[in-house]
């Protein structure tokens, strides 16, 4: 396979360590510079518990792609920083595969628009699991014979933004194909405001931190005299690094914006 050359921003956090792993694992993937907030001019391998990589660490990602030749940006950083920098990746022509999560639709509309001006591959991945984007497509499934529904996603007690984007994408992925539709009764209310949880298009979310937990999702469809529920469960971040390898593999073939692995799972 030809070589693909890889800058990862965010490499001490949980999934960027884990990533580091994976690249390493990888003989085709060759990481050429990392992105942290400090570090700079360390390798990888000077910093304890990192793999022995030898990629120059910058803190400025225009700088290290000024610096360096990369086919990849790898983000997993915060939606703030991690939106910087794929406005970055695509003036240099480099490839965003991008893990971070908490893109509005506006962010995601405006970066379509880039990527598609330069025709460039970019993929956006709320969720690399392979199981929690079978979860989702099982999820749209069954809308279609269950109207009543209720997520409830579960996650760490350090997780940023909610609903999660796994939460949302299923809440999106069910309204494609399920009539908009007011759940419970007409006349409830509630004693304590965010009770019932959020809604989108009259699907419930309810979001749960806690610590302990990695990444989880329930899906509960109700009907008459029956509830069916799918759920998903990530234990590990290495449950998402296949679909971190199979992005990676796929953005150096597309020429567009592909938001969601459920696009390129085959
Ligand atoms: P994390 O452990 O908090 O790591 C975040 C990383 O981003 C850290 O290395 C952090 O560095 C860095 N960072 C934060 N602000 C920065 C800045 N201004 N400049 C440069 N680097 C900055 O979080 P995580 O669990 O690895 O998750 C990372 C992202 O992936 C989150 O958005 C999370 O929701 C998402 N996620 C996605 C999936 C998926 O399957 N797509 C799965 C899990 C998580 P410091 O240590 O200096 O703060």
């Known amino acids: 396979m030809e070589p693909i050359k890889i800058v990862i921003a965010g490499p001490r956090g949980r999934m960027g360590r884990e990533a580091l792993e994976l690249i390493h694992k990888t003989e085709h993937f060759i990481l050429v510079g990392a992105v942290d907030r400090t570090n700079e001019g360390k390798k990888i391998s000077d910093i304890e518990g990192l793999p022995p990589l030898d990629a120059v660490i910058f803190t400025d990602l225009e700088r290290c792609l000024q610096e360096v030749n990369a086919d990849v940006l790898l983000d997993l950083t915060t939606p703030e920083i991690g939106r910087a920098h794929i406005k970055i990746a695509i003036q240099y022509g480099v490839r965003p595969v991008v893990g971070t999560t908490g893109f509005t639709q506006d962010d995601l509309k405006e970066l379509e628009l880039l990527v598609e001006d330069k025709k460039l591959g970019a993929i956006i991945?709320?969720?690399?699991?392979?199981?929690?984007?079978?979860?989702?497509?099982?999820?749209?499934?069954?809308?279609?014979?269950?109207?009543?529904?209720?997520?409830?996603?579960?996650?760490?007690?350090?997780?940023?933004?909610?609903?999660?984007?796994?939460?949302?994408?299923?809440?999106?992925?069910?309204?494609?194909?399920?009539?908009?539709?007011?759940?419970?009764?007409?006349?409830?209310?509630?004693?304590?405001?965010?009770?019932?949880?959020?809604?989108?298009?009259?699907?419930?979310?309810?979001?749960?931190?806690?610590?302990?937990?990695?990444?989880?999702?329930?899906?509960?469809?109700?009907?008459?005299?029956?509830?069916?529920?799918?759920?998903?469960?990530?234990?590990?971040?290495?449950?998402?690094?296949?679909?971190?390898?199979?992005?990676?593999?796929?953005?150096?073939?597309?020429?567009?914006?592909?938001?969601?692995?459920?696009?390129?799972?085959?």
């Open 125 to 266: 991945a709320p969720n690399f699991a392979v199981g929690a984007i079978l979860m989702m497509k099982f999820s749209q499934m069954a809308a279609k014979y269950f109207q009543d529904i209720e997520i409830i996603e579960l996650h760490h007690d350090q997780k940023l933004d909610a609903p999660s984007g796994t939460g949302i994408k299923t809440a999106e992925l069910i309204a494609q194909v399920r009539d908009s539709k007011k759940q419970g009764h007409p006349n409830e209310y509630e004693h304590i405001e965010g009770a019932r949880g959020a809604e989108y298009d009259g699907i419930r979310l309810h979001s749960v931190r806690l610590p302990g937990l990695v990444a989880h999702q329930e899906v509960l469809f109700g009907g008459e005299g029956q509830t069916l529920t799918i759920r998903h469960d990530s234990y590990n971040r290495a449950s998402f690094m296949s679909g971190v390898k199979l992005a990676i593999d796929t953005v150096m073939k597309i020429d567009l914006l592909v938001y969601g692995l459920e696009n390129i799972l085959e």
